[in-house]
């Protein structure tokens, strides 16, 4: 078990009026240097049929992000961990969450990839106040719903 730090500055427009959290970067993530970058996480696949936007590079992603008015981090800032599971995360350190919220006042709700996050979240910032709302895992590991029927509840959140 090693002690990893987060790899990667939010992505966050001027306008970005959702932020989607995660908990940690998978090592993939790490590999990549990009959000969501395990080619079976159905992260950006997700965004790119909701939106009808490519999402295959770096740059389409974030171009994807923009368009949708949409920013992207992760809760923790740092902790340990023995693999890119959520259940091997021990001493989690949180990310500037208020920080990120007082540079960026068009956000108006937060998105949760996975039920970590959201914990880690309301632990540390339920004091923020704007409404929350969890996904369904885009995680491969994920496998209780179908993706078609993660694609119907994420275009609901998104589109609401």
């Avoid at 965004?47 to 999402?55: D, F, T, V």
């Avoid at 994807?64 to 091997?88: G, H, M, P, T």
Wanted: proline share 6%; charged share 25%; net charge neutral.
């Amino acid at each position: 078990m090693g002690i990893f730090f987060h790899p990667l500055e939010p992505i966050v427009f001027e306008d970005s009026n959702t932020l989607i959290l995660g908990s940690f970067p998978s090592i993939k993530s790490f590999e990549e240097e990009f959000y969501y970058a395990h080619p079976k996480n159905q992260f950006w696949r997700l965004l790119s049929e909701i939106y009808g936007a490519k999402a295959e590079t770096k740059e389409e992603c974030i171009e994807l992000l923009r368009s949708a008015k949409i920013a992207v981090w992760d809760v923790i800032a740092s902790c340990e961990r023995q693999n890119s599971s959520d259940a091997n995360l021990k001493d989690a350190k949180p990310n500037d969450i208020e920080g990120l919220f007082a540079k960026h006042p068009n956000i108006k709700r937060i998105l949760f990839t996975g039920r970590t996050a959201e914990k880690l979240y309301f632990k540390r910032f339920s004091r923020i106040g704007l409404p929350t709302t969890l996904l369904p895992s885009p995680s491969p590991a994920y496998a209780a719903m179908s993706f078609e029927d993660k694609l119907l509840a994420w275009q609901r959140i998104l589109r609401g």
